[in-house]
C-alpha cells in the first residue's frame, strides 16, 4: 500500500488556538499549586512542549514512555511500560498528558500505574480523543478535539515511525 501526503483534519492555528485554551483551564484550575506534567512519549512531546509553556504557574516536567502499537495502527491492546519516571509522585499534583485516547488501554494503564504512587491528585490530559474506538471505562479531565475513528499522524502523531514533524494533524488516506 502507498500513502499520499496526510490530508489536513486540524490545521496549525486550530491546535494552537485549542493548546492556548487548555493550557488556560489547567492553569485556572491548578493556581496556587505546583503541577508535575508527565509527557508520553513519543507521540505527546510537541503537544506538551507547547502546552506547558503556556501554563503560568510553577511547573516539574516528567517523562515516560509507552509502547502498544509496534508499527501497526491498531492496537495490540498490550501496554508496556519502555521508560519510567525518576521521581516519586508521592503528595504531588499530576497531570499526564497524552497526545491521543484512542482504545484508551494505554491511559487506563498509566492512570492505574501512576495512582500506586500515590500523588495528592491525578488528572488526564489529551490533546485527541475517539470516543467511538474507546474499550474501558476512562475519564478524560481535559480533552483537545474529538475525532472519529480515523487514524491520524503530525503535531507528534506518526505512523511507522514517519510524520511526526508536520505541523498539523492529518489523516492517511491509501492510494491503489
Ligand atoms: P490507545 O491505548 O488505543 O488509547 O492508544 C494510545 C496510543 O496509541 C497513543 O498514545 C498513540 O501513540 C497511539 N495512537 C492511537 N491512535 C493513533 C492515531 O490515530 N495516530 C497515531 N497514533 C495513534
Do not use: W
Not at 509553556?53 to 516539574?60: G, M, V
Not at 509507552?66 to 508496556?80: A, D, I, L, Q, R
Not at 498509566?110 to 467511538?132: M, W
Request: hydrophobic share 40%.
Amino acid at each position: 500500500m502507498l500513502l499520499k501526503d496526510p490530508k489536513v483534519l486540524i490545521p496549525e492555528t486550530k491546535i494552537m488556538n485549542r493548546v492556548h485554551e487548555l493550557a488556560s483551564e489547567i492553569a485556572f484550575d491548578y493556581r496556587g499549586k505546583e503541577i508535575t506534567a508527565i509527557c508520553v512519549l513519543k507521540g505527546s512531546f510537541i503537544f506538551f512542549a507547547d502546552l506547558i509553556r503556556n501554563i503560568d504557574l510553577p511547573l516539574n516536567c516528567e517523562f515516560m514512555a509507552v509502547s502498544s502499537y509496534g508499527s501497526k495502527t491498531t492496537s495490540s491492546g498490550e501496554v508496556k511500560l519502555t521508560l519510567d519516571l525518576t521521581e516519586p509522585l508521592e503528595g504531588k499534583h499530576v497531570v499526564v498528558i497524552e497526545d491521543i485516547v484512542d482504545t484508551g488501554l494505554t491511559m487506563q494503564y498509566l492512570v492505574e500505574n501512576l495512582r500506586a504512587r500515590k500523588p495528592a491528585t491525578l488528572r488526564t490530559c489529551a490533546l485527541l480523543f475517539k470516543p467511538e474506538a474507546l474499550q474501558c471505562q476512562l475519564d478524560l479531565d481535559y480533552i483537545g478535539f474529538k475525532l472519529g475513528k480515523e487514524f491520524v499522524v503530525g503535531y507528534g502523531l506518526d505512523y511507522a515511525g514517519r510524520y511526526r514533524q508536520l505541523p498539523y494533524i492529518g489523516a492517511l488516506e491509501s492510494e491503489h
